[in-house]
């Protein structure tokens, strides 16, 4: 990609849990270019908010980036403080966290966390941040913003929280905004003016967006082009109407065929047999090998490569040794 703004070069993250370590991110390649909205999907403990965290900075004290390269601009993402961080985080890159109310200070208004950050990055007057932040706090759709800003956070409802979360994230025009579950636990509506407000700041401030959700077809509202993992691999990678019309790996298969619609209104909905591995549980081979309905001898042995089978389509799986280059 000409372009890339983020890159992720086979970036392997572990666990350290008392004398072992457990691999939970394998061989993640990817780019997000400029402008674009990339999304990533799958089952929860397939390694989506890992890899986000690892691009963060912000990995839990088990675990750490064993391999591999993150770079931003095409300049490596390795502060080696927490000053260096601080001037990534928030300016450069933000994150909506899955949670709000566990990601806001419960003993500060929230118009004064968007200030803050304000403040922090931009070295503005307090009037100045609080001006800042009272734009943003309406550009995000939320009213009557004056007496909104000296508001705690429990005085919200989870949908204000998720856009204070996304003000305090876009008040210092991030080039990359990184969205974990932003609309998890909310109702189909305010789902879907999140979903708005998120592709209308794309288009109105050219930030990139790395979309992660468990969800296709949330997926598919937002995204340009959409990664599958599935127990720390990348598993897919192509464009969002070339995955939904032509899915190719197995995993991405199923989690298609379990998207409700309008035929399937009355019957059961399908559901992939299993369940994802722990890290502890994984072994060699295809990680999908469990799993999958198509599984052979070679699966349960050796890992796939992750191959292009397509101009911008990737896919890991055996069906496809002959219809590609490995990358």
Known sequence: ????????????????????????????????????????????????????????????????????????????????????????????????????????????????????????????????AKRLATDMMAKVGLSRVERLYEDYPHLLSGGMMQRIMIAMALICTPKLLIADEPTTALDVTIQAQILDLLREMNRSTGTSILFISHDLGVIREVCDRVIVMYAGYIVEDAPLEELLDHPKHPYTAGLLQSLPSADKRGGPLYTIPGRVPSIADRRSGCPFAGRCPSVSDLCESTTPELRQTAAHHRVRCHLYADGGMAL
Request: net charge neutral; glycine share 10%; hydrophobic share 40%.
């Open 1 to 128: 990609m000409a372009n890339a703004l983020l890159e992720l070069r086979d970036v392997e993250v572990a666990f350290t849990i008392g004398k072992r370590t457990y691999p939970a991110l394998q061989q993640i390649t990817f780019q997000v270019g400029e402008k674009e909205t990339v999304g990533i999907v799958g089952e929860s403990g397939c390694g989506k908010s890992l890899t986000s965290l690892s691009v963060m900075g912000l990995l839990p004290e088990t675990a750490a980036m064993t391999g591999g390269g993150i770079l931003l601009n095409g300049k490596p993402m390795e502060p080696a403080s927490r000053d260096g961080w601080s001037a990534v985080r928030g300016k450069q890159v933000s994150m909506i966290f899955q949670n709000p109310m566990s990601a806001l200070n419960p003993l500060m208004p929230v118009g004064k966390q968007i200030a803050e950050m304000a403040m922090a990055h931009l070295s503005v007057s307090k009037q100045e």
